[in-house]
């Protein structure tokens, strides 16, 4: 570790510690610098365990309590968008990860730092690159070389959820629907066949999808399946043979990853699919002891996180995974992002009340 | 005129003549060295007057006849795809510019050297830059400075009709139809509104416009609307707030420019239209005395030309035009491109039939 790491005082507000965790850039791929920093800082407390895979940084507590909580946060960003340094306006902090995650990473290192005595074993991993594709997430990396560290009774992730627990995930599909034609010259068009009328049907079958709405554990799971792109067509003059529609389905958490593919292929039944991603989402598991006790020391209704998330990494392992940070989801990855300083207070007392 | 300028053998062969000027390449807006070398030729001549425009060429007789018949041919190409020089299999002549149409610019610069007592006075036109847009056409150039040349009773152009006469054409449109919507996360898609879902609409009523076929002077036109294009999509989890559609609408003579747009405005009312060309279509203007004696000549029964071509100008200067030259019109504008040596020869005969 070189002299130039940025020293994080984790005791500070965790507000403050948001804006010194901003304005070191962690882009996906580029976050050695602040996993240094973190590293550094957790080393300093003397009382935990602390591994470094890569650029994640994994701490634990073996105190013998009856429980362990698996607490995570990734430390990379979205590509900056003229937005780093930070810049505090009144009680808002702007700026790239402030929403997603760094007030979240800043909960959980104030945390470390100030929970004296907790009624429940820590887990705690900051990791990298989970912006990116699944394959380099370091979360993907640690299931395979460090999977006994990520034994836990609950996970929490400090994803944005605005003060709410937002409990499992909705499931995520990408595909590619193909419709054939045949060239002609546009000026003899009935010696082909127009691949983009053809499309209508597709675009007809995805409008008209039956949308579950599915309650479990009293959150509310929306379906949603659409037309997120289409391209075809060859020059002004001539009838397209192909249209390609992009489609993306999010599925509620009863559906498995391969369920939601047969649904995806019987709606467009006839036409070429191909599945170019899924992702299961993740039941809310809320009927677990540790889960319910969170719950109730959170306060308020839990509902459903819409967008995929890594609990559903927790979720297939079989640990009951909530998503709880600071920062309104929506703002994530929008050259907008920004969050309320008096949020992340809150938060981070809120989740002392259920670890102290 | 410098010495470089390749000497053109108008008394030969007119398929020897069409191999000559094909391995002259003259892609459009390179055409000055043809250019010249027909300017030369024809000047050589000694019997007509011959006016240089830019890189198009000029040729008329006046010999006092009751009729005179407007040939016109244009000297460009479009981008030779590796099939320049030409290379002669047989009977067939392979090149860019055989069919399209240096065939046809053969068969007139034969006839000019070979006509020895016309029945009927000639004007003759080789054009520049027909392959691109309208303003930079050679005939647009010529229209505007030298009127007086276009007079006549007949047009005859030499676009490829395979042995045939095809007599007017359709005229074109070309639009674009945009469908809005409203961007949202597509985990949370009932937020947004699906523009590409939305474009279901627009294809549809495309499909099932009644295209009619249009019996003119004996020619059947038959009318297409079509997407030839549609873009759509911001990001795979993003639901699209717009969607494009790029229409042509090939249509029968017998409508206006206007009612053309008439038509696509009110097939797609309630979707925001843009009108980015429209060219008029060409009566085939069979009834007229000289076109009569033409079709009679030629034999067989003349048909609608399907594609647009520079007929529909003579046609609005209210002069009878006519498409009749070698090659398969389906052949033009592709690496393939190819002639029969035999069909050039016997086209000539032919036009020499009715001149003579």
Chains 1, 2 share one sequence.
Not at 286 to 309: C, H, I, N, Q, R
């Amino acid at each position: 570790m070189s002299a130039a790491v940025p020293r994080l005082d984790l005791h500070a507000d965790p507000a403050d510690l948001t804006r010194t965790l901003v304005d070191i850039p962690s882009v996906s791929g580029d976050e050695q610098l602040l996993a240094d920093a973190v590293e550094q800082a957790v080393r300093g407390l003397g009382r935990y365990e602390v591994l470094r895979s890569g650029n994640a940084v994994l701490v634990r507590s073996d105190l013998g309590r009856p429980t362990r909580v698996l607490l995570a946060g990734h430390l990379d960003t979205v590509p900056i968008a003229g937005n780093v340094p930070s810049r505090t306006e009144g009680d808002v902090l702007h700026g790239c990860g402030t929403t997603d995650m760094k007030s979240g990473d800043a909960m959980l290192l104030h945390l470390l730092a100030t929970l004296e005595n907790p009624s429940r074993d820590l887990t705690v991993v900051f990791y990298d690159c989970e912006e990116i594709e699944h394959e380099r997430n370091g979360l993907t990396r640690i299931e395979r070389e460090h999977r006994d560290w990520l034994a836990a009774d609950l996970a929490i992730l400090g994803e944005p959820t605005d003060g709410k627990v937002e409990a499992g995930c909705q499931g995520t599909l990408a595909a590619w629907a193909t419709v054939r034609g045949h060239r002609a010259h546009s000026a003899r068009s009935w010696m082909g066949v127009n691949a983009i009328h053809g499309a209508a049907d597709v675009l007809q079958r995805l409008a008209s999808f039956p949308a579950r709405e599915v309650d479990i554990d009293g959150c509310v799971y929306r379906e949603g399946m659409n037309a997120v792109g289409i391209t075809g067509g060859v020059a002004g003059n001539v009838i397209p043979d192909e249209c390609r529609v992009r489609i993306n389905f999010r599925f509620a958490p009863d559906r498995s990853a391969e369920q939601a593919v047969a649904v995806v292929r019987e709606l467009l039944d006839g036409y070429e699919v191909e599945v170019v991603d899924v992702a299961a989402g993740a039941l809310p598991g809320l009927s677990a002891p540790a889960a319910a006790e969170f719950v109730a020391a959170a306060g308020g209704t839990p509902s459903a996180k819409y967008g995929w998330t890594d609990v559903a990494r927790f979720a297939a392992l079989g640990i009951p995974a909530v998503n709880y940070g600071p920062g309104n989801p929506s703002l994530a990855h929008t050259r907008e992002e920004h969050v309320s300083l008096t949020q992340i207070r809150e938060m981070t007392e809120t989740l002392r009340s259920f670890l102290a």
